[in-house]
């Protein structure tokens, strides 16, 4: 069975750090994209972060870059979503994909899993 699974969120104070995790099962994450996504309530749904595991390139949203860095660790077939220097805001559920990033071009229709919560807030 084909499936991703996002980890790692919660609550973090405003200038603090998160590790995402997404771990991939059923297939493997050697060729393909991946992209990490956030959406919070009321808004549509956007790119943050993707990663093309055949050549390593990575792209970042305007607001993260700098800040979050996205990267993979193959023995696990997982990746990941380093985000620090957060900063305050509603709170968001962020997802991970595959095949639906390309650079900055971020396709955010189809079907998307649980993801995993993350709240910045003192």
């Known amino acids: 069975q084909v499936q991703l699974v996002e980890s790692g969120g919660g609550l973090v104070q405003p200038g603090g750090s998160l590790r995402l995790s997404c771990a991939a099962s059923g297939f493997t994450l050697d060729y393909t994209t991946i992209g990490w996504y956030r959406q919070a309530p009321g808004k549509e749904r956007e790119g943050v972060s993707c990663?093309?595991?055949?050549?390593?390139?990575?792209s970042y949203a305007d607001s993260v870059k700098g800040r979050f860095t996205i990267s993979t660790e193959k023995a696990k077939n997982t990746v990941y979503l380093q985000m620090n220097s957060l900063q305050p805001a509603a709170p968001a559920v962020y997802y991970c994909?595959?095949?639906?990033?390309?650079?900055?071009?971020?396709?955010?229709?189809?079907?998307w899993g649980q993801g995993t919560q993350v709240t910045v807030s003192s």
């Open positions: 990663l093309d595991s055949r050549d390593g390139s990575t």
């Open positions: 994909a595959t095949d639906k990033c390309s650079g900055t071009y971020y396709y955010t229709g189809g079907s």
